[in-house]
């Protein structure tokens, strides 16, 4: 048999497993007595086999957990313990009731589809791990109700390496999912991430989203633009597209990039997607606009002939053109998005810094 490429193996998501918990745990109220697995369904439709660990029946109360595995993602929450604990509600018949506990962050700002002061469990698995329940117990519900807590120990901790508290959602992780599996390297919840940010500046009637492609381009606008609430900034990472047709879709009215040469090359040049394994940075281009401030044409040969955009920087700036050469890239940045979404209505602004988080350049649409 063919040995699986490194890097593919799929994955579940938070929602999935805690599906696959809730409805262990209902197993357990019913029969006494928890599984060591259980076959769950999936968003997608899918049945799917989890394992089932720390199963227990006691006081009333039915316990199950199932480990997260998140396949070849490289997910924060990976190995977490997503963990439901069942009882009956004899006084709602018919109810399925879901809380949040332990290491499921609490919604604390408008904005993302969730109940303020409500726990961080998306729609989706919310209706999962409800249909899983129903699925499991739908004799009993005829009497009685069923109260779902999903908990997860040291998710809190987990959380300070997410966008949590960015999005106002504080001392846990979300419970998310749309399908149930996790791509591997997809970075499908990133994108979502970027998405949701977006929608909670606007929520928040901010007019001015500032995008950043990571930390350092972050610090970098932060520190730039200190006027602005922090709702204001998201970091889209590669996801410029997924980033401005939300940015049009919410009627922000003002964008500004923050970013360093090499992505920002990428943008001018027109890859929506600005991944490092996607295309390669089009030196011509950094070559053209070398040219274009009156770069040496041996200088600008060498740029062409290079691998990266930092070295075009590099060899510009001991010229001492840099300055120019940012402001005109800044310039190729904004003419080259502004052609792709001429009938939006937002103006651009772009923030240029080096890999220390020093400002080269401010670029403005109309400069």
Do not use: W
Not at 132 to 161: F, H, Y
Not at 242 to 262: N, P, Q, R
Not at 336 to 355: E, G, N, P, S, W
């Amino acid at each position: 048999m063919k040995k699986k490429q490194k890097g593919t193996r799929k994955g579940f998501t938070t929602g999935a497993c805690s599906a696959a918990a809730a409805r262990a745990a209902c197993l357990g109220l019913l029969n006494g007595s928890v599984p060591d697995e259980v076959e769950s369904l999936l968003p997608n439709g899918q049945l799917v086999r989890f394992a089932v660990s720390d199963g227990r029946y006691e006081n009333g109360i039915a316990h199950a957990v199932v480990i997260k595995d998140a396949g070849d993602d490289p997910d924060v929450t990976n190995k977490a313990p997503l963990t439901a604990d069942v009882r009956l509600l004899a006084e709602c018949p018919g109810e399925v009731l879901i809380k949040g506990r332990e290491g499921v962050g609490v919604v604390t700002m408008r904005g993302l589809g969730l109940e303020v002061n409500g726990p961080a469990i998306n729609p989706v698995p919310r209706k999962n791990i409800e249909e899983n329940v129903r699925q499991v117990a739908g004799s009993l519900l005829a009497s009685q109700g069923l109260e779902v807590t999903i908990s997860v120990p040291g998710g809190d901790e987990m959380a300070k390496r997410t966008l949590n508290a960015r999005l106002g959602i504080l001392n846990g992780i979300s419970i998310l999912g749309t399908t149930g599996i996790v791509h591997p390297y997809s970075t499908a919840a990133f994108r979502d991430s970027v998405i949701q940010g977006i929608q909670v500046a606007a929520n928040q009637g901010q007019d001015t989203v500032v995008l950043t492609t990571g930390g350092r381009t972050e610090k970098f606008v932060i520190k730039e633009l200190p006027q602005l609430s922090q709702a204001c900034f998201v970091q889209m990472g590669d996801f410029l597209k997924y980033a401005l047709d939300t940015a049009v879709k919410e009627g922000v009215k003002h964008v500004v990039i923050g970013g360093m040469v090499g992505k920002l090359t990428k943008m001018a040049q027109g890859e929506t997607i600005t991944h490092a394994n996607r295309n390669a940075v089009n030196t011509d281009l950094l070559a053209e606009l070398a040219t274009e401030i009156g770069v040496p044409e041996d200088v600008c040969a060498d740029i062409r002939a290079a691998e990266t955009a930092r070295y075009a920087g590099e060899r510009i700036e001991e010229l001492g053109k840099g300055a120019e050469f940012y402001q005109a890239l800044g310039r190729k940045v904004i003419s080259t998005i502004m052609d792709r979404y001429q009938h939006a209505d937002f103006d651009m602004k772009v923030l240029v810094c080096d890999f220390d988080g020093n400002k080269l350049a401010e670029i403005k649409q109309d400069d």
